[in-house]
């Protein structure tokens, strides 16, 4: 492995930098660590994928050289995605590469920079991609969150809460389901309760943050 980490101070994100020049890549990384991010470089997209994916669920972004010896930027982008693994990824292109990065965002990169380009300009970016990244781990955690809540009901419950959380009053959840009211009112109470929310509105929300499409 030909990878370079200049610095162990901790931080939520990790910045992965895979470029086929030696200079630059530690030049970069330099730079990036300089303004107290944790970033590694690595030679070659296998090189990457060896190492770097080890870390993927503490990666914050991927800067990829578009052109590489062997496997190239664009890619390791289709190998990602066919393996499922989406991250705010931004191309390092050379002069003459810009059709080949608008392709790249297409199949969405979040961004690209034409070599040379200004420090400041790639901190941007970098700080972009990296606030993208906390925003979409939020979103999991509270997906993740919604799903555990949930999990806590049996199954007729689950029946119930979807019910209940589409608007239905218990008297027509008690049809649909072919139970009494009464016993709808007690299955109510024990989702509120399991699911540790008060109000009808509270569970559509929480499952439509556990699955967007559960109430269609």
């Keep these: 492995m030909t990878s370079e980490r200049l610095s162990a101070d901790p931080h939520p994100w990790q910045i992965h930098l895979v470029d086929d020049d030696a200079a630059f890549r530690r030049s970069l990384v330099f730079l990036l ?55 705010p990824i931004v191309f390092l292109t050379g002069h003459g590469d810009v059709e080949l990065a608008v392709q790249a965002m297409k ?69 649909e389901l072919g139970i009494s009211e009464k016993t709808v009112h007690i299955h109510r109470q024990h989702v509120m309760e399991k699911a540790e929310i008060g109000s009808a509105a509270e569970l559509a929300r929480l499952m439509l943050s556990s699955d967007p499409t559960a109430l269609d």
């Design 33 to 87: 660590e300089s303004m107290g991010w944790d970033a590694v470089g690595h030679a070659c997209a296998n090189d990457y994928l060896g190492d770097g994916l080890i870390h993927v669920e503490h990666t914050g972004c991927l800067l990829l050289d578009v052109r590489m010896p062997g496997m190239s930027g664009l890619e390791l982008q289709q190998t990602l995605l066919a393996r499922e693994i989406q991250l």
């Design 107 to 175: 199949n969405g990169a979040f961004d690209f920079l034409e070599k040379p380009f200004k420090d400041q300009r790639l901190l941007d970016i970098v700080s972009a991609a990296l606030r993208q990244r906390e925003a979409e781990r939020a979103v999991h955690a509270r997906s993740r969150q919604a799903s555990d809540r949930l999990a806590r009901l049996s199954p007729r419950e689950a029946e119930v809460a979807r019910l209940v959380a589409r608007g239905l009053p218990n008297k027509l959840v008690a049809r």
